[in-house]
C-alpha cells in the first residue's frame, strides 16, 4: 500500500523559510514522479514542482523558480520542497504527491489528474 506521510508546514514571516517533508512508502516501481502541489480555497490545484525518484530530473513552475528547489533522499524515501523567500501569494495547503513514471523521467506538474497517491496536505501561512 502505497502511502504519503507530509511534515514541516506551518507559518512564517514574508521573507521567510519553510522546509516541507513527505516520507513514501510502498512505491514497487524502480522509477516514479513525485511532486509537490498547493491549493487555495476554491481553486484547483496548482503544480509547484516535480521530480523523478533517481533525482535528475526535476521541473519548477515560474511562480515559485528561483525560491523553490525539489530534491529527494533515495535512501530516506523522502520528498523535500526548500521554500525561501515566502511571498504573500504563497500561503495554501501543500500537498506531496506520486506516482509511477509513465512519461520518461518528464514529471508532469499541469494537473493533478496524472497522480493517485497524495499525501495528506499540509497548511503554509505566510504573514506579512
Known amino acids: 500500500q502505497v502511502q504519503l506521510v507530509e511534515s514541516g508546514g506551518g507559518s512564517v514571516e514574508a521573507g521567510g523559510s519553510l522546509r516541507l517533508s513527505c516520507r513514501v512508502s510502498g512505491m514497487t516501481e524502480n522509477s516514479y514522479c513525485m511532486a509537490w502541489f498547493r491549493q487555495d480555497p476554491g481553486k484547483g490545484r496548482e503544480g509547484v514542482a516535480s521530480?523523478?525518484?533517481?533525482?535528475?530530473?526535476?521541473i519548477v513552475a515560474d511562480s515559485v523558480k528561483g525560491r523553490f528547489t525539489i530534491s529527494q533522499d533515495s535512501a530516506k524515501n523522502t520528498l523535500y520542497l526548500q521554500m525561501d523567500s515566502l511571498e504573500p501569494e504563497d500561503p495554501a495547503i501543500y500537498y506531496c504527491?506520486?506516482?509511477?513514471?509513465?512519461?520518461?523521467?518528464?514529471?508532469?506538474?499541469?494537473?493533478?489528474?496524472?497522480?493517485?497517491?497524495w499525501g495528506q496536505g499540509m497548511q503554509v501561512t505566510v504573514s506579512s
Open positions: 504527491t506520486a506516482d509511477r513514471d509513465r512519461w520518461g523521467g518528464f514529471c508532469p506538474m499541469a494537473t493533478s489528474r496524472y497522480y493517485n497517491y
Open positions: 521530480i523523478v525518484s533517481d533525482g535528475g530530473r526535476t
